[in-house]
C-alpha cells in the first residue's frame, strides 16, 4: 500500500531512464540525503561523527569499491586494503611534494593512482580465474605493505613509517572539526555512490555483469573481456584509493601500512557479502553492520556483564562475529540488501493479503 | 659460489617447504571432496595445537592428549558439517568461502577463549639441531618433520585407494552427482572429509608448534599454504607437496642470494609476498597450477 507503483506514468524516454524510476524511492533517497547532510551535523556530537559516521562512510566507499570488481564483475579480490594503502600514501606524496596541491586534485591523483596499480595487478585476471586469482591478489595485498613499509621515500622518511595527514584546505576553508570533515566525506561518497549506481547501468556495467554472468559467453558475444576486466579492476582500486586516502585525512589523521593489513581486506569483503553482492546499497548496509557490530557487542557485553575482562571480551568477539557471520551466511545469503527487497515487497502489499 | 653453502641454502629450503606442504594438504583434502576453499585451515592449526599443548600441560600423558585432541578434530568435522555446510549446499563458492572465514574467526576465538593466549613451547623430542651430511649440515628437525609428512602422505594414500570410505571421497571428488546416484551419502563423505582434514591440521600444528612454539601466529600458517596451493593446483595432494618444495626452496635462494646480492638489502620480510609472486608468474604460464585439472569450458 505504501510502496504501490500505479498511477505513475513514464511519458518521455527521460523519465524511463532516469535513475530512480519509482516515485518512493526518490523520496527515500531524498530523505537520507537530507537527514545525512542537514540533520546529523547538528544532532550528533564528536564521537559519534568522528568514531562511527566517518569511518563508516569511508568504509562504505570501500565496500563500494570491491563490490564493482566483486559483485558485479565477478573477480573475488582480496587487496582491498593494499589499494587502500597505495590511495592513503599517494595522497600524502602528492600533497607533500606538489606546491599548492589543491586538496581534491590529490585526492583524484591518489584514486588514480590506485586505478593504475590496480590494473598491474589485474592483469593475471586475464589469464587466471576463481580462487586462483583470489590468492593471487594477495600478492597485491603483501607486496604493496612490504613496499611501503620497506622503502621510507613513501613515508617521507619517518622512522615509524606513519605518514601524518597535511591540513585539509579546500578554497581558503579549513576542515579541522569532524562536522566540517564529515560533511567533506558524505559528499565526496554521495557522488562517488552515485556514480557507481549510473556507471552499473551503463555498457561498461552491462559488459561487467556479463563477464561476471559467464566470461565465455560474453566473450562469444563481442565482448573484450580483457578490457572490460581491466577496466573494472581500475574503476574498483579507484574507488578503494580514494578511500583509503580519505581514512588517512578524514578519519585517522596519521596513518602506518599496518593500518591497512589483511584483516581491513577481509572487513570489506565481509561487508559486501553481509550487505548484499553486486547492489549499491548493501556497501552501505554491510558497512554500517561491520562497524556496528563490535561497538554494539562491546556495549552490551559492559551492560549485561559489568567487569568483564578485556582479555575474554575480545575473544568472545571473534567467537560471536566468527558466529554471526556462519549464521547470517546460513540464514540469507544474499544479504541485508535483499532483505530491504523482501520488505519492499511486502510493503507494496501491507496491510491486504493480497 | 660456495656450492656447500648453496646446497645448505637449498635443503633447508626444501625442508621448510615440506612445512609449508603438511598444511596445504589439509587445504587440498576439502576442496577436492566438497569444493570449498577452506580458509579455516590456519585456525585449526592453531586450535589442534594448542588444545593439545594445553592437556600436556595439564599432566595428561601424550598418548592420551594425542586421542583426546583426534576426537575433538573429528567430532569437529562432524559438528562443522552439520551446522554450518549443510544449510549452504549449492551456494555459489565465494559464500563458502565467506563461511569458513567466519569458521576463521570462531576457532581462534574458542580456542584462546578456553585455553589462554599465552605462547606455549611444545617439546616432540625432537631436537632442531643441525647434523652433519655429507659436508652440508641440515637440521634433525627438518628431517623428522619430512618424515612424518612423507607418512602422512602415505597413510592418506592407502586411505584413499584401498578403503570404502576412501573411494566414496574420490568418487565424490570426480563427480558430485554420479557419487550421489550410486548411493554415496555426500554429508557423511564431507564430515569424513573435514574430520580428515582435522587430522591433518593436528599433525601440522605439532610440527608448526615445536618449531615455532604453539601461538597466535600459527594460524598465519594457512598464508604461507597459499602460494603453494596455487603452484600445485588446489585439486591435487602431490602438487601440494611439490608446490610445498619449489617455494620452500626458491624463497630461501631468493632470499640468500637476491635479497643480499643486489646491496639494497631488500632481503627481509620478502618472505612474505615473495612465494606469491612467484606462483603468481608461474600461473600466467598454467592457469590450473602444476597438478590442478584442466578446466574444459563449454556454453
Known sequence: MFYRLAGQFKSSYAADQQIFPIRQDRTFIAGVLIVAFGVIPLVANDYWLGAILIPFLILALAALGLNILTGYTGQLSLGTAGFMAVGAFAAFNFMLRVPGMPFLVAIALAGVTAALIGVVFGLPSVRIKGFYLAVATLAAQFFIEWVLTKFGWFSNYNPSGVISAQAIEIAGYRFDTAVSKYLLTLGIVAAMALAAKNLARTQTGRYWMAVRDMDLAAEVTGIDIVRTKLVAFAVSSFYCGVAGALWAYAYLGAVEPQAFTLDRSFQVLFMIIIGGVGTVLGAFLGAAFIVLLPIALNVGAHAFFPGVSTDLMSNLELVIFGGLIIFFLAVEPHGLARLWQIGKEKLRLWPFPH | MDLNFFFEVLIGGLLAGIMYSLVAIG??????????????????VFFAA??????VERGWPFWLALAAVLGVMIALGFAIERVVLRPLVNQPQITLFMVTIGLAYFLEGVAQGVWGAQVHALEIGIQDKPFNFAGVSVSQFDL????TAALLVLVLAVFFQKTKTGRALRAVADDHQAALSVGIQLKYVWAIVWAAAGFVALVAGLLWGARTGVQFALTFTALKALPVLIL?????????IVGGLIIGATEKLAEVYIGSSIGLNIGTGMENWFPYMLALVFLLVRPEGLFGEKRIERI
Open chain 2, 232 to 240: 600445485g593446483g588446489f585439486e591435487s595432494i602431490p602438487g601440494a
Open chain 2, 50 to 55: 594448542l588444545t593439545y599443548v594445553s592437556l
Open chain 2, 27 to 44: 587445504f587440498v583434502l576439502i576442496y577436492k571432496a566438497s569444493g570449498v576453499f577452506n580458509f579455516a585451515q590456519g585456525a585449526m
Open chain 2, 144 to 147: 623428522f618433520a619430512s618424515g
